[in-house]
């Protein structure tokens, strides 16, 4: 599978595409020789995986954002990326043999097969089978821990947390354990008249300033009460 990517669409089309599949990212222009070459390779050997990896084009001259970002100096170069992480990289043209084995190291093995199939079915037993086969897997770390803080119950509250610690500090981990810790809300009208208490409270108590801060967590960046109140956050601590 082959798709041209833009400074738009790079976040959804390669970042968020890539924790579902490897994706590779051909960094090319129309007046570079060498990518004229490369590109028909690349295209046919990730075709041969059946969809399993996925071949991202950039033309660096039409997506000046992207080019900077991997502080493109010369091209072809490409990058593979899965989970959102670059895990290997080569510059020029190459032959089809080592492109092929480039793209035979991204293909997941009989285990990590397995894995994203039992984090795929999200159930609460196949969860938990998936981290004994990888213990820090983040996508089935967060997922099981979602589901045992929404249980409502401490001890399962108390092991959701202790999950989280396993893996790396995320937007999605920081937002489970808020929900870990503010238990029940109340509609809307409820949770912005207890923002409004505590707002008096951040700067002298450090309970009612997690409080807070893990309301915003649960409220998300859709929330349009989450810019506002964050700014009054600051404006009371600073």
């Not at 093995?109 to 990888?134: K, M, N």
């Not at 001890?155 to 981990?173: D, Q, V």
């Amino acid at each position: 599978m082959s798709i041209d990517v833009t400074d738009a669409t790079f976040q959804t089309e390669v970042v968020e595409r890539s924790m579902q599949v490897p994706v590779v990212i051909d960094l090319w222009a129309e007046w570079c020789g060498p990518c004229k070459t490369l590109g028909p390779i690349l295209e046919s050997v990730i075709a041969e995986t059946g969809g399993r990896v996925v071949l991202a084009k950039v033309d660096v001259d039409a997506n000046p954002r992207i080019a900077q970002a991997f502080q493109v100096q010369s091209i072809p170069a490409v990058h593979a990326m899965r989970e959102a992480r670059i895990v290997n990289s080569f510059l020029g043209a190459q032959p089809e043999s080592a492109v092929r084995q480039f793209v035979q190291a991204l293909l997941p093995t009989e285990e990590e097969s397995e894995v994203a199939r039992l984090v795929a079915a999200g159930d609460e037993a196949s969860l938990r089978r998936a981290l004994e086969l990888e213990p820090g897997h983040e996508g089935a770390v967060v997922a099981l821990a979602e589901l045992l803080v929404g249980r409502g119950d401490p001890a399962a509250t108390e092991e959701a947390l202790a999950l989280l610690e396993r893996i790396p500090e995320s937007n999605e981990t920081r937002r489970v354990a808020a929900l870990a810790r503010v238990g029940a809300t109340g509609g809307t009208d409820e949770v912005t008249a207890e923002l409004d208490q505590l707002l008096d409270r951040v700067k002298e108590d450090d309970a009612a300033r997690q409080r807070f801060i893990d309301l915003l967590e649960v409220l998300g960046p859709d929330d349009p009460r989450t810019a506002q109140y964050r700014k009054q956050l600051t404006s009371r601590l600073f």
